[in-house]
T-cell receptor, first 115, second 114 residues
Framework: AQSVTQLGSHVSVSEGALVLLRCNYSSSVPPYLFWYVQYPNQGLQLLLKYTSAATLVKGINGFEAEFKKSETSFHLTKPSAHMSDAAEYFCAVTDSGGGADGLTFGKGTHLIIQP | DTAVSQTPKYLVTQMGNDKSIKCEQN?????MYWYKQDSKKFLKIMFS???????INETVPNRFSPKSPDKAHLNLHINSLELGDSAVYFCASSQDLGFQETQYFGPGTRLLVL
């Protein structure tokens, strides 16, 4: 069964600094990986997804993530943080073993942006 | 137009009551889902529907029952509500059931059981 681990339940960065949110996956078959963002009191919005086409994936709002099979990682980065990036970020996985299982989510990382 | 909508947005009720949450998607998708987000923000899938057929049913109590009158709607009925049912419930949809499909989420329904 697939799973994802997000290191750090809270990450705090200064405005303008690099954002790095970590996600490691565990899957017995090639995974499909997603990053979703949840703003306060809202639903989830897709930032980007990896579906094996390219290891470096660019998403919305200046975010990108790199799939590294050797490290079983799919970390999310943004070069310069904005105050509007403050939100909860979820890494999620499905695998080719069957999409019927839906998305398996990590526990989320709360991103705090300090002025 | 809202792609995936849920009603109500907030739901406060007493233990033992029966309640329903409605979900509608106007994306023309074939698959819809229900997720539960607990107080620690952990998200877990409850059900998915593809072309009006239940595809999965995780270890969810049978007090929860999804009902889909058509492929644009997937309602969640909850009987005999318990304190532990308090959570945020998200509806989502995707074009198909494929593992690479993007899921689009509704705004959530915040359920509080007293």
């Amino acid at each position: 069964a697939q799973s994802v681990t997000q290191l750090g339940s809270h990450v705090s960065v200064s405005e303008g600094a690099l954002v790095l949110l970590r996600c490691n996956y565990s899957s017995s078959v090639p995974p499909y990986l997603f990053w979703y963002v949840q703003y306060p009191n809202q639903g989830l919005q897709l930032l980007l997804k990896y579906t094996s086409a390219a290891t470096l994936v660019k998403g919305i709002n200046g975010f990108e993530a790199e799939f590294k099979k050797s490290e079983t990682s799919f970390h999310l980065t943004k070069p310069s943080a904005h105050m509007s990036d403050a939100a909860e970020y979820f890494c999620a996985v499905t695998d080719s073993g069957g999409g019927a299982d839906g998305l398996t989510f990590g526990k989320g990382t709360h991103l705090i942006i300090q002025p | 137009d809202t792609a995936v909508s849920q009603t109500p947005k907030y739901l406060v009720t007493q233990m033992g009551n029966d309640k329903s949450i409605k979900c509608e998607q106007n994306l023309g998708h074939d698959t819809m889902y229900w997720y539960k987000q607990d107080s620690k923000k952990f998200l877990k899938i409850m059900f998915s529907y593809n072309n009006k057929e239940l595809i999965i049913n995780e270890t969810v109590p049978n007090r929860f029952s999804p009902k889909s009158p058509d492929k644009a709607h997937l309602n969640l009925h909850i009987n005999s509500l318990e304190l532990g049912d308090s959570a945020v419930y998200f509806c989502a949809s995707s074009q198909d059931l494929g593992f690479q499909e993007t899921q689009y989420f509704g705004p959530g329904t915040r359920l509080l059981v007293l």
